[in-house]
């Protein structure tokens, strides 16, 4: 009851009074009997009051002190560390959890302040940031780097909050270091290659997002293993892993400060050089290509390959890396067309055949419907005598904008954009038609071949549209012949079934530019081949240089060792000629015998010959 001592001294005081005034006779004036009781009243309840406070005071305190252990009781079974702190930022209360974070003890922690659980850069952080939210927003959360009494550094999530009516803070703290490596971990994979474990192009463009202020020359390495799909394919994915792991060690041999190695994929690589002027990015390429090219041994296996690589550079060829990148890979392109195995700078005249190969790809995607290509035909012929024995039909392009452009410059944009297999087909129909009108006007008819890209095959409508488009034509298989590529027999799997059903239908099969790919006998051995025909390359220098004379040998010999058809391409000297009779040669095209020639010039010269 919280009136006791208030009831119980003025009640006593009450009775004392009337005894003592009762014995003092001052009961007989009235006034000052009031007043005198009157003041004992009022001091006995003041006197009253103070002692319920007292006892009020110490109850409570009793019961704060319990809910207090109570409290602490509880809080140290949770695995948030719990922190309390003073108006000095020094603490008062920390939970179990709180001090095995930090590593201090309970006596350890209270004379510490919130400053010593972080760096100093921290500390500088944390009052600028969050500090300066509490005071205005009376709350922050965030994460901060803590470090322990040992002096190790933990990732933390931290939540500090204003205590109402005090001036004291409480801090919340949650460890989340597995939680960051497990994030760090996750975000590593997605940013670096799984094989080769070097970063990849995400992180590249992360990097140089990062760098993209800076006015600093940098330069971009496009690097492309030369023939890679060609290892890949015919030795298995075995070897083409192990090559691209060594691959990428070598290149970290030249990693440093200024130099940093990506692997964007596949067999491409990117170095980006910082601070490097023209001659030291010149001297880094020839680097690169000099450790590249060095033999690698897998498997008992001694394999060489070789690079091509493309450069661009910042500010000479813009600000934006990811155009940056396309520029070197264009670069690279070019480097490739030089013969592989060297570098190219991008430069202005890259640029302007940029131009042009942009150009002459709108002008093909609208060729064929505009009726602008037309087809020439080169004769073969018999070494010994020149009689004709077979035609190559040769897509040739008129535009009404550029004029006459070579195949060499069109063929391989076709490739690039898709639009070879259009081409490829319309030359397949269009072949087949003026072989149906010579067929009409009674001439007899020769061997005439057609070259198919690899797109024509993986589409895997060849054979049919083959099928259909001599049926519609009236022309007999045995009449018609298809020349590949030789680094088509890398595709071996995409390629044999085709050819096998092609084989079997009576269309013949060539392997065009022989000795330039990457051959093995036991493929040309298992694949349904009629001809081999070897690269003008090797006849140019037939007489000039002894190892080019015995590749020629060693390929005639295994053509005629096979029974196969050996056809010489780009004969054009008599030397040249008598030489490839001395070896065994029996067929043979170049301008020689004749140049490439319109359906009604073969009409008129070669098979009205043929008629008598």
Same mark, same amino acid.
């Given at each position: 009851m919280k009136y006791t001592w208030r009831l119980a001294l003025t009640a006593i005081l009450v009775i004392a009074n009337y005894f003592i005034f009762s014995n003092l006779e001052l009961g007989q004036s009235n006034t000052l009997s009031i007043i005198v009781f009157s003041t004992n009243v009022i001091i006995g309840?003041?006197?009253?009051?103070?002692?319920?406070?007292?006892?009020?005071?110490?109850?409570? /305190?009793?019961?704060?002190?319990?809910?207090?252990? +109570?409290?602490?009781?509880?809080?140290?079974?949770?695995?948030?560390?719990?922190?309390?702190?003073?108006?000095?930022?020094?603490?008062?209360?920390?939970?179990?959890?709180?001090?095995?974070?930090?590593?201090?003890?309970?006596?350890?922690?209270?004379?510490?302040?919130?400053? +010593? $659980?972080?760096?100093p850069e921290t500390v500088e952080r944390l009052n600028n940031e969050a500090i300066t939210h509490l005071h205005i927003y009376g709350k922050w959360k965030g994460e901060a780097k803590g470090i322990r009494k040992d002096g190790s550094i933990f990732t933390q999530e931290l939540l500090i909050s204003n205590i109402e009516e005090s001036k004291k803070v409480i801090c919340v703290i949650r460890d989340i270091t597995e939680q960051q490596q497990y994030l760090n971990y996750i975000e590593h994979i997605a940013e670096h290659n799984d094989l080769t474990k070097l970063p990849n *192009? *995400?992180?590249?463009?992360?990097? /140089?997002?990062?760098?993209?202020?800076e006015s600093i020359d940098t330069s971009v390495l496009f690097?492309?293993? %030369? *023939?890679?799909?060609? &290892?890949?394919?015919?030795?298995g994915h075995n070897y083409g892993d192990k090559l691209l792991i060594s691959v990428a060690e070598r290149l970290l041999g030249i990693q440093n400060e200024h130099i940093k190695i990506y692997h964007l994929g596949g067999d491409e690589f990117i170095v980006i050089v910082r601070n490097g002027e023209y001659g030291y990015t010149e001297s880094i390429a020839v680097e690169i290509i000099n450790i590249l090219k060095k033999p690698y041994s897998f498997f008992e296996k001694e394999i060489s390959i070789t690079c091509s690589i493309g450069i661009s550079s910042k500010p000479e060829h813009g600000n934006n890396y990811e155009k940056l990148i396309e520029l070197a890979d264009i670069a690279m392109y070019h480097a490739k067309m030089e013969g592989k195995n060297t570098y190219k700078f991008f430069n202005e005249d890259i640029r302007k055949q940029l131009e042009r190969n942009l150009l002459i790809e709108n002008e093909l995607r609208r060729a064929i419907s505009n009726g602008e290509f037309?087809?020439?035909?080169?004769?073969? $012929?018999?070494?010994?005598?020149?009689?004709l024995i077979g035609l190559e039909a040769l897509v040739r392009w008129n535009n009404p904008l550029l004029g006459i452009v070579s195949p060499a410059e069109f063929i391989p944009i076709a490739e690039e954009t898709g639009l070879i297999s259009d081409i490829g087909n319309w030359v397949i129909n269009e072949v /087949?038609?003026?072989?149906?009108?010579?067929?009409?006007?009674?001439?007899?008819? &020769?061997?005439?071949?057609?070259?198919?890209?690899? *797109?024509?095959?993986?589409?895997?409508?060849? &054979? +049919?549209?083959?099928?259909? $488009?001599?049926?519609?034509?009236n022309i007999e298989p045995q009449h018609f012949e298809i020349e590949i590529t030789e680094s088509l027999i890398a595709d071996f799997d995409l390629i044999i079934s085709q050819l096998t059903s092609l084989k079997n239908m009576g269309v013949?099969?060539?392997? %065009?530019?022989?000795?330039?790919?990457?051959?093995?006998?036991?493929?040309?051995?298992?694949?349904?081949?009629?001809t081999l025909k070897i690269d003008q390359s090797f006849i140019r220098g037939l007489l000039c240089n002894r190892k080019n004379n015995l590749l020629v040998k060693t390929i005639i010999d295994i053509g005629n060792n096979l029974q196969l058809k050996v056809v010489a391409e780009g004969i054009e000297t008599e030397e040249q000629l008598k030489e490839l009779i001395n070896l065994n040669c029996h067929f043979g095209q170049g301008y020689l015998f004749s140049k490439p020639l319109a359906a009604d010039k073969i009409e008129s010269i070669l098979l009205k010959k043929l008629m008598f």
């Open positions: 309840w003041m006197l009253g009051n103070q002692l319920d406070k007292f006892v009020a005071s110490k109850k409570e /305190l009793g019961s704060t002190q319990t809910t207090l252990v +109570d409290y602490t009781f509880a809080l140290d079974f949770l695995s948030l560390g719990i922190g309390i702190t003073n108006e000095k930022g020094e603490f008062e209360f920390v939970n179990k959890a709180h001090q095995d974070l930090y590593g201090y003890n309970l006596k350890e922690f209270l004379t510490k302040s919130w400053m +010593d $659980c972080y760096s *192009r *995400r992180k590249l463009l992360s990097d /140089l997002d990062n760098t993209k202020n690097i492309d293993l %030369d *023939r890679f799909k060609i &290892v890949n394919d015919t030795l037309f087809v020439n035909y080169q004769p073969k $012929c018999n070494l010994v005598d020149s009689s /087949l038609y003026q072989m149906n009108l010579w067929q009409s006007s009674g001439y007899p008819l &020769v061997k005439v071949s057609v070259n198919v890209s690899q *797109r024509q095959f993986k589409e895997n409508e060849l &054979v +049919d549209y083959i099928e259909n $488009c001599l049926t519609t034509h013949g099969i060539s392997i %065009d530019d022989f000795g330039t790919g990457y051959s093995s006998l036991n493929f040309i051995n298992l694949l349904p081949v009629d």
